[in-house]
């Protein structure tokens, strides 16, 4: 079936590459509309383009996904992400991007996201550091008016084009950062280059992606949810590390990273799994904070 983008390694540019994972049926054998209805949300029927490993770098991606064209359609009647995830969890989860970011840099000069969402670690940083800037690049137009409020009173350029970051000028960012967007980009190499440009000496780019190294992973085999029709590419620390060299980074270091769920969602969650109802059980609410599979990468200018 033709309609897909047919693509090479897109960290390296080889054409050499074998298949690792697929679903059943492989995504590229159907058309757009047939995928439509599996491109958001958790499914019965598990859907995704076959994963590759490119056999020069290791990067494990897709080869046939869909086009730019295609895949603005598809963001654009997309919810906010993780809103089935209670809010105190989320924030607990987001600061804790922040506070690994405010250990490896000085928060000052200016900060820019990719995909701020409603910006809550953006918030954090108009807080707690002292940037003169925030540059937040954000697709989703009705979460313009929650960024806004984040950030204020601070001199903020919210911008809905993800794709170009110049109007942010060269070498003053001291901290980037980049929360689930990398391995959703068609051309992350060409989004590395472009912030890494926008660093000043010394200035870090902080990337939060799923692990495919991980163990959960390797667990979860073809049912791990990262494996859908989002990821173009999912990233290891191997992976991670190699294209951010080659994007020009002088040094990378990647942790584990933890995502906080209130322990009352977790066992409804473990309850729906196994086909029971918990909802009468007197559990805590506090967040509880799991190492589920994902890794935060610091690459430093
Ligand atoms: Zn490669």
């Given at each position: 079936?033709?309609?897909?983008?047919?693509?090479?390694?897109?960290?390296?540019?080889?054409?050499?590459f074998?298949?690792?994972?697929r679903?059943?049926?492989?995504?590229?054998?159907?058309?757009?509309?047939?995928?439509?209805?599996?491109?958001?949300?958790?499914?019965?029927?598990?859907?995704?383009?076959?994963?590759?490993?490119?056999?020069?770098?290791?990067?494990?991606?897709?080869?046939?996904?869909?086009?730019?064209?295609?895949?603005?359609?598809?963001?654009?009647?997309l919810?906010?992400?993780?809103?089935?995830?209670?809010?105190?969890?989320?924030?607990?989860?987001?600061?804790?991007?922040?506070?690994?970011?405010?250990?490896?840099?000085?928060?000052?000069?200016?900060?820019?996201?990719?995909?701020?969402?409603v910006?809550?670690?953006?918030?954090?940083?108009?807080?707690?550091?002292?940037?003169?800037?925030?540059?937040?690049?954000?697709?989703?137009?009705?979460?313009?008016?929650?960024?806004?409020?984040?950030?204020?009173?601070?001199?903020?350029?919210?911008?809905?084009?993800?794709?170009?970051?110049?109007?942010?000028?060269?070498?003053?960012?001291?901290?980037?950062?980049?929360?689930?967007?990398?391995d959703h980009?068609?051309?992350?190499?060409?989004?590395?280059?472009?912030?890494?440009?926008?660093?000043?000496?010394?200035?870090?780019?902080?990337?939060?992606?799923?692990?495919?190294?991980?163990?959960?992973?390797?667990?979860?085999?073809?049912?791990?949810?990262?494996?859908?029709?989002?990821?173009?590419?999912?990233?290891?620390?191997?992976?991670?590390?190699?294209?951010?060299?080659?994007?020009?980074?002088?040094?990378?270091?990647?942790?584990?990273?933890?995502?906080?769920?209130?322990?009352?969602?977790?066992?409804?969650?473990?309850?729906?799994?196994?086909?029971?109802?918990?909802?009468?059980?007197?559990?805590?609410?506090?967040?509880?904070?799991?190492?589920?599979?994902?890794?935060?990468?610091?690459?430093?200018?």
């Open positions: 079936m033709s309609g897909f983008l047919q693509r090479s390694c897109p960290s390296c540019g080889h054409n050499r074998a298949e690792k994972i679903s059943e049926p492989r995504a590229e054998t159907l058309s757009l509309e047939e995928l439509r209805p599996f491109w958001a949300g958790f499914h019965e029927t598990k859907l995704f383009f076959s994963y590759h490993r490119c056999a020069a770098c290791g990067l494990l991606f897709a080869p046939r996904f869909f086009d730019d064209d295609q895949l603005a359609e598809l963001y654009s009647d919810a906010p992400n993780m809103d089935i995830v209670p809010s105190a969890s989320i924030e607990a989860t987001q600061r804790s991007y922040f506070e690994a970011a405010a250990k490896a840099a000085a928060l000052e000069g200016g900060y820019l996201e990719i995909g701020p969402d910006g809550h670690v953006a918030a954090h940083a108009a807080r707690t550091g002292c940037f003169d800037a925030f540059w937040l690049f954000e697709p989703n137009l009705t979460v313009h008016p929650h960024l806004a409020a984040a950030t204020a009173p601070f001199p903020t350029h919210i911008l809905s084009d993800m794709t170009d970051l110049s109007p942010v000028p060269d070498g003053s960012v001291g901290v980037a950062a980049m929360i689930h967007v990398l980009l068609l051309d992350p190499v060409s989004m590395l280059r472009q912030i890494h440009g926008k660093l000043r000496p010394g200035g870090i780019l902080m990337i939060v992606t799923h692990n495919e190294g991980s163990l959960l992973r390797k667990v979860m085999g073809r049912r791990w949810p990262p494996f859908c029709l989002q990821h173009p590419q999912l990233f290891s620390p191997a992976s991670i590390t190699a294209m951010l060299r080659r994007s020009g980074f002088a040094s990378a270091t990647v942790d584990r990273s933890t995502n906080y769920f209130p322990v009352d969602f977790l066992v409804k969650q473990a309850g729906k799994a196994i086909g029971l109802k918990f909802d009468r059980l007197p559990v805590p609410k506090a967040p509880l904070g799991l190492k589920l599979g994902n890794m935060i990468t610091m690459a430093k200018r």
